[in-house]
């Protein structure tokens, strides 16, 4: 509607400007100010009939284009002055052209009525003949110069509009693809830590709980209260932890003093709930990241939970050790061991890798029937 309004103002200006002019004109006679007008009467009249749909319907544009070269060519024809239309006559017919070939067909059509035109006003002489092939000419070269430079604008604006569309289009596709990798991420996380943390509370609870049943079955009421006792401190560290996720927080294990301390309150918790005896060989450790120290006791808590599980021993280490490479968590057991090759489901030692590969650590197992060691390795670069 934009490009419609402009042309209609553009045709409205013209013709006002060009009916002054014939009116104004001297030296031409009255049959050929009424032929002249009347031609540019219909020029404008056309435009505001039929030229104005013309950039919806080609029957509309085909229509106004034919009108315009007959109107254009017979109003010179009457008056030379009247060629003037041409400054705007040939920008039409570029922007309602529908294909460059047909525009171009257009323009020829229209300089060889207004070169007709100027031919029978001036008679056919050879110099009235050369005057208006070379004007005819000109206006045909330049019009057509300059309609094709303004479609190749036209093209590449066109182009430059379908790239935009389609970063655009790309951006959100992007930003759909990383909410949800971002979804799926938040979700792996959440999994692990429930498993690392409530899951295995929740595992040693039912422990306990067994062994409470056991006690009163044999009428020890001092070995059950302590069971009770041992249920009431892993129910309460169940339920800090939970807080603790939904809340996005630390780790509850991870206090201001430091990871030897987390590991040593590790082993105890564990040592009470099975009987397992747990040391911990953790001394002179440089000061980590607390997102690492995340990573050391959620590896040492899944390697106990496994030899709790699985591992049948009586006897565990949780050994760390730094050097010019790293940080080293190992959790030696004296169970029964088992063929690290077997494929393994749930989220154990999978779970384990998982997480080191989120600080380009690496989990490596070694198991005999003497026992089994799992290390756990993360580089010195993501430590501090």
């Known amino acids: ?53 013309s ?68 008679g056919l002489s050879v110099s009235a003949m050369l005057y208006s092939g070379t004007v005819t000419a000109l ?25 935009v569309l389609e970063l655009q289009s790309t951006r959100d596709k992007l930003t759909a693809i990383s909410r949800d990798a971002g979804v799926s991420s ?11 943390t409530i899951a295995q509370d929740l595992t040693g609870l039912v422990l306990v709980a067994q062994r409470a049943k056991r006690e009163l079955d044999n009428n020890n ?6 069971q009770l006792e041992l249920i009431e401190d892993s129910a309460r560290a169940a339920l800090a932890e939970t807080r603790a996720l939904v ?61 709790r599980k699985h591992a049948n021993a009586t006897r565990a280490t949780i050994a760390v050790a730094a050097d010019a490479t790293g940080l080293t968590v190992a959790v030696t057991d004296d169970g029964g061991g088992f063929d690290p090759a077997t494929a393994h489901t749930g989220f154990g030692l999978e779970g384990m890798s998982e997480r080191l590969a989120l600080v380009n650590g690496r989990l490596d197992v070694d198991s005999s029937g003497a026992g089994t060691t799992v290390r756990a390795t993360i580089p010195k670069e993501v430590l501090a």
């Not at 056309?46 to 104005?52: A, D, E, K, P, R």
């Not at 509309?60 to 705007?88: H, K, N, W, Y």
């Open 1 to 53: 509607m934009g490009f419609v309004r402009w042309m209609s103002a553009a045709v409205i200006v013209t013709t006002t400007i060009m009916a002054a002019l014939i009116v104004g004109s001297s030296g031409y006679g009255l049959n050929d100010r009424i032929g002249a007008g009347v031609a540019l009467a219909v020029f404008g009249l056309s435009w505001f009939t039929v030229g104005m749909r």
């Open 55 to 122: 950039d919806t319907s080609p029957i509309a544009a085909f229509i106004f284009v034919t009108v315009l070269v007959i109107a254009v060519g017979t109003g010179v024809a009457f008056m030379p002055i009247m060629a003037t239309l041409q400054a705007l006559a040939y920008p039409l017919v570029w922007v309602i052209s529908e294909r460059t070939r047909n525009a171009i067909i257009s323009n020829v059509a229209l300089a060889l009525s207004v070169g007709v035109g100027s031919v029978i006003n001036m």
């Open 139 to 163: 206006s045909l070269i330049f019009s057509l110069a300059l309609g094709l430079w303004i479609t190749q604008i036209s093209k590449l604006s066109d182009q430059r509009h379908d790239l």
């Open 186 to 196: 938040e979700r792996e996380r959440l999994a692990r830590e429930i498993h690392d």
């Open 221 to 226: 009421a001092a070995g059950a209260a302590e």
């Open 247 to 307: 809340a996005a927080s630390a780790p509850v294990g991870l206090t201001g003093d430091g990871i030897s301390s987390a590991l040593h309150r590790l082993a105890e918790r564990y040592t009470r709930e099975t009987h397992l005896t747990v040391t911990v060989d953790a001394a002179e450790l440089p000061a980590i990241a607390r997102e690492t120290e995340v990573v050391v006791l959620r590896c040492a808590q899944e390697a106990l939970a496994n030899v």
